[in-house]
């Protein structure tokens, strides 16, 4: 009889995934005819830019673009990606080893976790963030230390006692700014204190950058900015969310040579790189005019200013955020009594309004709900209405 073991390591390892329940239930609900608001998965609403279409239909129709790419990306995306980092940072990146380009920058967070993990190593992670941030490394074997970083001066106060408190430090620290999921920036000092910390006690610095031109206020930095990073620390970034092209699976790895080229160690035994007509229209996008950009970030920043408001007046007071395209909400406080994912599922039952639960971004995160600024203003009052009647009747 063939085997049919179901307890595998690393699945067993990884709790069950809680935003299937929201989505298994959103199913149901817009089965059943009920118009859903969607405001719970990131994904951009917003047409890709018709320049950057355009570069893919013309690069896809030459002969010979078809075959296999090269997993570190193409000379020209790498050499595209150098001139970003140097226009907006200021950064001076080498494309030959300092820069690897990633299927999104979640693909190269993930294998960067694999490459560069032993079974027992600690991470130091962030709570609330971005699942991958944690789970990753977890995959990879490593044991996850939880920091509380509603904002980044907890984020650094945490790291701060943590590191006095262990007895050995951790083999790598995880920064996320903007943050996915509370809209919260850093500033030049904390990447600053945190590369100190990186060399003082030989840790490796992974940096999620992948907000980096959604803001509504000062342009959020780089942490390359800062003298002495690029020993320490790598930084992913993303064209998903800057010019609307999160299904094309583009992104970047840069920094560190020795975490470069371990990166691309991996990828060599796992992929051959994205479609090259894609990577040419990624170097369309990152080369090409940036008025796209601006009016996306117009955009999510009109869209925030009508949830605060909107939301606000139907009885849900929630927090303006300073980047990214998401607002961390705590509960409603006739609703304070509720976990996050029940207060999800309520929502979308009495309110037609789908949103995460806090609780799938790290224990830290239960009490809020992470709202995506992906529907339009007209919807996201319509949402409000909803809202408004439910909270009201007290459904």
Not at 164 to 183: D, L, R, Y
Not at 302 to 307: E, H, T
Not at 332 to 360: C, D, Q, R, T
Request: hydrophobic share 40%; with cysteine.
């Amino acid at each position: 009889m063939l085997s049919k073991k179901t307890e595998f390591y690393r699945i067993q390892r990884l709790p069950p995934y809680v935003f299937a329940e929201v989505n298994k239930l959103k199913a149901q609900l817009r089965k059943e005819g009920q118009d859903i608001i969607d405001f719970g998965f990131g994904n951009p609403d917003q047409p890709t830019p018709k320049h950057v279409i355009d570069k893919l239909i013309e690069t896809v129709q030459k002969p010979r673009t078809t075959g296999y790419s090269v997993s570190r990306g193409i000379n020209g995306l790498r050499q595209a990606c150098a001139r970003y980092y140097d226009r907006r940072f200021g950064v001076s990146l080498d494309p030959e080893t300092e820069i690897i380009a990633t299927m999104g920058s979640k693909e190269g967070f993930a294998n960067l976790a694999q490459a560069i993990t032993e079974p027992g190593d600690v991470i130091y992670a962030p709570d609330p963030s971005y699942p991958l941030h944690a789970y990753g490394f977890v995959i990879a074997g490593a044991k996850i230390q939880p920091i509380p970083a509603i904002t980044a001066d907890e984020y650094l106060a945490g790291v701060k006692d943590a590191l006095a408190k262990a007895t050995k430090p951790p083999m790598a620290i995880v920064v996320c700014f903007p943050s996915n999921p509370t809209g919260h920036t850093a500033e030049i000092s904390f990447y600053e204190e945190i590369v100190r910390i990186a060399h003082e006690h030989n840790i490796i610095i992974l940096s999620d950058l992948a907000y980096s031109e959604i803001y509504f206020g000062e342009k959020p930095p780089s942490i390359f900015e800062v003298g002495g990073a690029k020993d320490v620390a790598v930084e992913t970034t993303s064209l998903s969310k800057t010019y609307s092209m999160a299904g094309w699976r583009m992104g970047f790895a840069v920094g560190a040579p020795h975490l470069i080229a371990a990166l691309a160690r991996v990828k060599s035994y796992l992929d051959y790189g994205a479609f090259t007509p894609i990577q040419v229209a990624a170097c369309a996008a990152l080369d090409g005019p940036q008025d796209c950009v601006v009016a996306a970030r117009e955009t999510y920043k009109n869209r925030r200013d009508v949830m605060v408001e909107s939301f606000g007046r139907a009885g849900w007071d929630i927090p303006s955020p300073d980047a990214s395209m998401f607002v961390w909400a705590p509960l409603p406080e006739s609703k304070a009594h509720m976990s996050s994912l029940e207060f999800a599922k309520e929502l979308m039952i009495h309110a037609g309004a789908a949103v995460s639960p806090g609780v799938g971004f790290g224990s830290n995160g239960e009490g809020y709900v992470r709202v995506a600024l992906v529907e339009n203003e007209q919807r996201i009052r319509q949402a409000a209405r909803n809202i408004r009647a439910y909270l009201e009747t007290g459904d």
